[in-house]
C-alpha cells in the first residue's frame, strides 16, 4: 500500500519561533531543515525550557548548565541561528501547566512568529519508545501557548509588561512525530545540520562509543532517508503541522 505523501512545508511566513525542553532537542528534530530556511532570509529563534542541566551523569548539573548552554548557542550558529534564550526551568521535572504557558507565551508575544515549532508531544515514539515528561509537557505547552499569545485575557499580567496579545502564529509543526503531514527538503541543510548536533559532543560522547562525527552523520542520515519514500525521493525533515 503507497503511503500518503508529504505535503511541502509553508513558505509564506518570515519568522519562527522553535520551543523545546533542552539543548539538542532541535539538532536531533530539525536543524537541517532550520538550515535551509535561514538560507533563505528567514528569522528563527530557539527558545528552551531548560539548560540540560540534568542531562550527563557525569556531570553536576551546575557544572553542566554553562556548559550546555554554550554548546547550544554554537551549535544555533552552525543553522544560521543567532537568538538562543532559556527559561530556567529544571530539566527533567519540567511540568506542563499555566507556568509554562505563559512562559512560551510571552515568548510568541516577544517574538511574534507566524511558526511555532516544537519536538514531539505525545506519550511515545512512534508507540515504540516511552516519551520523556519534559518533551510531553514542553510540547503541549508550546500547542497551547499559540492561542495563549492572542487572547488578551489570557495571561493579562503580560500586558502590564507591554506584551501585547500576537494572534500571528498561523501554523505549529511538530518535528520528531510518527504523524507527518509535511516536510522539507533535507539536503541543502544537511552538512551543516551534522555540525550543528555535532556542537553538542560533550553529551554525544557521553551518549555513544561511536566516534562522534559519525554518529551524528548516521543519525541524521537515517531519519531524513526514513522519509524520503513519502516526499519524492528527497531527503527530508517532516513534521506534522496543526494550522490556526
Request: proline fraction near 5%; include cysteine; aromatic fraction near 8%.
Amino acid at each position: 500500500m503507497t503511503q500518503q505523501q508529504l505535503e511541502p512545508m509553508p513558505a509564506d511566513w518570515q519568522r519562527a519561533l522553535a520551543v523545546v525542553a533542552h539543548p539538542d532537542d532541535l539538532e536531533y528534530g530539525c536543524a537541517a531543515a532550520v538550515a535551509g530556511w535561514t538560507d533563505g532570509g528567514r528569522e528563527i529563534t530557539y527558545l528552551l525550557a531548560s539548560r540540560g542541566e540534568a542531562g550527563i551523569d557525569t556531570i553536576a548539573p551546575e557544572e553542566c548548565a554553562p556548559l550546555r548552554e554554550r554548546e547550544q548557542r554554537a551549535s544555533a550558529a552552525a543553522v544560521g541561528v543567532t537568538g538562543v534564550e532559556f527559561l530556567d526551568h529544571r530539566d527533567g521535572v519540567i511540568e506542563y501547566g499555566t507556568a509554562l504557558r505563559r512562559d512560551i507565551a510571552a515568548a510568541v508575544r516577544r517574538y511574534r512568529p507566524e511558526l511555532l515549532i516544537t519536538l514531539n508531544h505525545r506519550d511515545t515514539w512512534g508507540g515504540v519508545a516511552w516519551n520523556t515528561p519534559d518533551h510531553r509537557a514542553v510540547g503541549r505547552a508550546t500547542l497551547d501557548a499559540a492561542g495563549d499569545a492572542g487572547n488578551r485575557w489570557i495571561f493579562p499580567e503580560l500586558r502590564e509588561r507591554g506584551l501585547e496579545p500576537w494572534d500571528g502564529v498561523r501554523w505549529v509543526a511538530v518535528a520528531g512525530t510518527d504523524r507527518p503531514t509535511h516536510a522539507v527538503d533535507a539536503t541543502p541543510g544537511f552538512e551543516r545540520a551534522v555540525r550543528s548536533l555535532l556542537a553538542h559532543r560533550t553529551y554525544i560522547e557521553v551518549l555513544t562509543d561511536e566516534a562522534p562525527e559519525a554518529y551524528c552523520r548516521r543519525f541524521l542520515a537515517g531519519t531524513t532517508e526514513a522519509a524520503a519514500e513519502r516526499f519524492g525521493g528527497r531527503p527530508a525533515v517532516a513534521f506534522e503541522v496543526f494550522s490556526r
